[in-house]
């Protein structure tokens, strides 16, 4: 049986967290769109998602604050792999 590479498991317990700390069934759009908004490196965008670096955890992954659609998430983003490591409760 072949393994699940680094990044699919990434995306999968990014998934899962959103669902258990958000209550929010993640579409792959969706997470797509997240992503985007922390590489594009902006601060607000036209849509009122505000994206706020938080901390810088390695050289690769850092933690972020995203208020998108009037919700507030923290999430950890790794640069490497261009993915959604997980995401923190609300208060971390």
């Known amino acids: 049986m072949k393994r699940e590479s680094k990044h699919l498991s990434q995306r999968k317990h990014a998934r ?3 669902l258990e700390r958000y209550g929010i069934e993640a579409t792959t759009a ?3 769109s997240l992503i985007s908004y922390i590489k594009n490196g902006r601060q607000s965008y036209a849509d009122g998602t505000t994206v706020s670096l938080l901390e810088r955890q390695s050289l690769r992954v850092a933690k972020y604050q995203i208020v998108h659609d009037g919700n507030e998430y923290l999430v ?3 640069r490497k792999r ?3 490591v ?3 409760p609300k208060g971390d």
Do not use: P
Request: cysteine-free; hydrophobic content about 45%; glycine content about 0%.
């Open 16 to 18: 899962n967290r959103l």
């Open 30 to 32: 969706f997470l797509k």
């Open 86 to 88: 997980t995401f923190l």
């Open 76 to 78: 950890v983003y790794d």
């Open 82 to 84: 261009q993915e959604l």
